[in-house]
């Protein structure tokens, strides 16, 4: 009981909303950790946490924000993307927590109305620009599947052809194969290989 709390009570520490960028300035999150790379915000869900890129993607499945040991880990950006985003395709990953905690809220676009409900998030980068996200696919695959979970090496047509064949649920119309994208992924049992994966655009915001 005493390492569930733990595990929880890492997912929800509040002290962390203080590094969150106000009106696009970073200089709070700059001062976290020489890792922290972007705030990501999902409208409407728990989703509103620094995202951190380590060395390797192992580096953060167990450890917080701050560098310290935990069991909830960190959202946090494969390590083989760029950490500006300037990649065609970015891959985030979260641990699947209770109550929508970390990527927990993930779940939920498995279901269209949910999804049409919760479309929207925004990811502001260190030193780089803030972007609107708009979902527009779900699905679940293996965690072997090279086309989602190698992004280097996927190229957006082939990841749209896939989705198009696999997604729970798919707006082809909102994306094309220029269209910057990205992933959010989370497990779905410590049993399983099997992966949630919530996928959008990424678009400048208009200032």
């Not at 260190?126 to 996927?154: H, L, M, N, R, W």
Request: hydrophobic share 35%.
């Amino acid at each position: 009981m005493i390492d569930a709390y733990m595990v929880y009570a890492g997912a929800n520490d509040s002290n962390i909303m203080k590094y969150k960028p106000a009106a696009g300035d970073t200089e709070m999150l700059r001062e976290l950790s020489g890792d922290a790379v972007a705030w990501l915000t999902v409208d409407d869900t728990r989703i509103d946490y620094p995202v951190m890129q380590g060395e390797t993607n192992s580096e953060y499945l167990n450890k917080d924000p701050y560098g310290e040991f935990s069991l909830s880990g960190s959202i946090f950006l494969d390590s083989r993307n760029e950490k500006m985003f300037s990649d065609p395709y970015s891959l985030i990953y979260g641990h699947h927590m209770e109550y929508g905690a970390m990527f927990g809220s993930l779940d939920g676009y498995a279901d269209r109305e949910y999804f049409d409900a919760h479309k929207t998030g925004t990811l502001t980068v260190i030193k780089g620009a803030e972007y609107k996200i708009t979902f527009f696919a779900s699905c679940k695959a293996q965690a072997t599947e090279k086309v989602i979970f190698d992004p280097p090496e996927s190229d957006n047509l082939s990841l749209l052809e896939y989705l198009n064949k696999h997604s729970l649920v798919y707006y082809p119309q909102e994306v094309n194969a220029g269209s910057r994208l990205i992933a959010l992924s989370t497990c779905q049992s410590a049993e399983s290989n099997e992966r949630m994966i919530v996928f959008g655009t990424l678009n400048h915001f208009a200032f």
